[in-house]
């Protein structure tokens, strides 16, 4: 099944993000080696609530949890995203896509995409490199014309966009000094050149690249079941086309029709906790900040009526465990957060509203 849906904005309330701590703008490198997201003093009473991504792929280290915590700020939200990351040559390379920028633009939230500056050798591997720390200088220049900037984040983003090629040499160049200090060998210069090449001819060109490896990602997750996922129904594409006519690409976990209507399945499972974790969680609700903002969905060109669904699944029944108190805040929290924003919470396919009830 292939699902076209569209949306006009976000009007989401999130219950789940944790308290923020505060740092100053003088205590960034600090801030960023103590936590994923934070509250940022700039000047005397203007802050922002800023997260930051470790790989521009989003499949790693959680960044929707990171970008959810920052939700509930009622100013500027901010995230940094690495336009590439190289872990060397024994180790994975990851590129910024089009798709993920225009999803921060949808949920209102600054993208600064910048570069990694410094590493060090890996010592258990022979080409890899870790402790990757970013140009702090850069971004601080950034933050500074944020400060002032008096535009929406969609306006704000594609300026970003059009500083890719900037910012592409930056970071071949520090990859490159990376390399010559830790003696690691690094993926292909050419390679990334020729990928960044392929990405700075237009903002118009890169938004046509990254959607092709979207489309082809998306194909790929759709026809591929992890083994860890406890799921009924089919694997599904979603494509959502926004008022601007951008399009974000993304597959639905599992998708039932019951009573003429879809159910938009988001599944996280646990292997070992009575629960998934609160950061797997958070990474599910993203999915449901778009799924209850969808204003129509149609498949095989048919109108349906939708339910939005967060699937929790554990290999523990939480029957025969004791629940720990931190869980059950989460799932009452959850639960409240389902309520107020229009979807559904089940573990092990019983509701969550009525499993709350027996706690």
């Given at each position: 099944?292939?699902?076209?849906?569209?949306?006009?904005?976000?009007?989401?309330?999130?219950?789940?993000?944790?308290?923020l701590?505060?740092?100053k703008?003088?205590?960034?490198?600090?801030?960023?080696?103590?936590?994923?997201?934070?509250?940022?003093?700039?000047?005397?009473?203007?802050?922002?609530?800023?997260?930051?991504?470790?790989?521009?792929?989003?499949?790693?280290?959680?960044?929707?949890?990171?970008?959810?915590?920052?939700?509930?700020?009622?100013?500027?939200?901010?995230?940094?995203?690495?336009?590439?990351?190289?872990?060397?040559?024994?180790?994975?390379?990851?590129?910024?896509?089009?798709?993920?920028?225009?999803?921060?633009?949808?949920?209102?939230?600054?993208?600064?995409?910048?570069y990694?500056?410094?590493?060090?050798?890996?010592?258990?591997y022979?080409?890899?490199?870790?402790?990757?720390k970013?140009?702090?200088?850069?971004?601080?220049?950034?933050?500074?014309?944020?400060?002032?900037?008096?535009?929406?984040?969609?306006?704000?983003?594609?300026?970003?966009?059009?500083?890719?090629?900037?910012?592409?040499?930056?970071?071949?160049?520090?990859?490159?000094?990376?390399?010559?200090?830790?003696?690691?060998?690094?993926?292909?210069?050419?390679l990334?050149?020729?990928?960044?090449?392929?990405?700075?001819?237009?903002?118009?060109?890169?938004?046509?690249?990254?959607?092709?490896?979207?489309?082809?990602?998306?194909?790929?997750?759709s026809?591929?079941?992890?083994?860890?996922?406890?799921?009924?129904?089919?694997?599904?594409?979603?494509?959502?086309?926004?008022?601007?006519?951008?399009?974000?690409?993304?597959?639905?976990?599992?998708?039932?029709?019951?009573?003429k209507?879809?159910?938009?399945?988001?599944?996280?499972?646990?292997?070992?906790?009575?629960?998934?974790?609160?950061?797997?969680?958070?990474?599910?609700?993203?999915?449901?900040?778009?799924?209850?903002?969808?204003?129509?969905?149609?498949?095989?060109?048919?109108?349906?009526?939708?339910?939005?669904?967060?699937?929790?699944?554990?290999?523990?029944?939480?029957?025969?465990?004791?629940?720990?108190?931190?869980?059950?805040?989460?799932?009452?929290?959850?639960?409240?957060?389902?309520?107020?924003?229009?979807?559904k919470?089940?573990?092990?396919?019983?509701?969550?509203?009525?499993?709350?009830?027996?706690?």
């Amino acid at each position: 099944m292939d699902l076209l849906a569209s949306i006009t904005g976000i009007v989401y309330k999130p219950f789940l993000t944790r308290k923020l701590n505060i740092y100053k703008i003088s205590e960034l490198d600090i801030a960023f080696s103590r936590d994923a997201s934070f509250i940022l003093n700039l000047v005397k009473n203007r802050n922002i609530a800023l997260s930051w991504w470790v790989s521009p792929k989003r499949t790693r280290s959680y960044p929707y949890a990171r970008v959810y915590d920052t939700l509930s700020f009622e100013g500027k939200k901010v995230t940094i995203i690495p336009l590439m990351k190289d872990e060397g040559k024994d180790g994975d390379r990851d590129f910024l896509q089009w798709d993920t920028v225009s999803l921060m633009s949808l949920l209102g939230i600054y993208v600064i995409i910048t570069y990694y500056k410094s590493a060090e050798k890996n010592i258990r591997y022979e080409n890899k490199i870790t402790n990757q720390k970013f140009d702090f200088k850069h971004i601080k220049k950034e933050l500074n014309l944020l400060l002032t900037y008096q535009s929406d984040a969609l306006h704000w983003n594609l300026s970003q966009i059009e500083k890719i090629n900037h910012i592409a040499n930056k970071a071949i160049n520090s990859y490159t000094k990376i390399s010559k200090i830790t003696g690691v060998e690094l993926h292909s210069d050419e390679l990334a050149k020729k990928r960044v090449l392929e990405i700075t001819k237009s903002k118009n060109s890169f938004m046509t690249l990254s959607r092709e490896l979207a489309q082809k990602a998306q194909k790929r997750e759709s026809i591929t079941k992890q083994p860890k996922e406890k799921l009924s129904g089919l694997k599904t594409t979603i494509t959502i086309k926004n008022y601007l006519g951008g399009f974000y690409f993304f597959t639905c976990d599992e998708v039932k029709i019951v009573d003429k209507c879809l159910y938009l399945v988001e599944g996280k499972h646990s292997k070992y906790r009575i629960i998934p974790s609160e950061e797997d969680i958070k990474d599910g609700l993203i999915k449901m900040i778009l799924f209850t903002n969808l204003k129509e969905i149609y498949l095989d060109g048919k109108k349906y009526c939708y339910k939005p669904v967060l699937k929790l699944t554990s290999d523990m029944d939480y029957k025969k465990k004791r629940i720990p108190e931190s869980d059950i805040n989460i799932l009452k929290t959850l639960n409240n957060e389902s309520i107020f924003n229009g979807f559904k919470v089940t573990l092990n396919n019983k509701g969550l509203s009525e499993i709350i009830k027996d706690l």
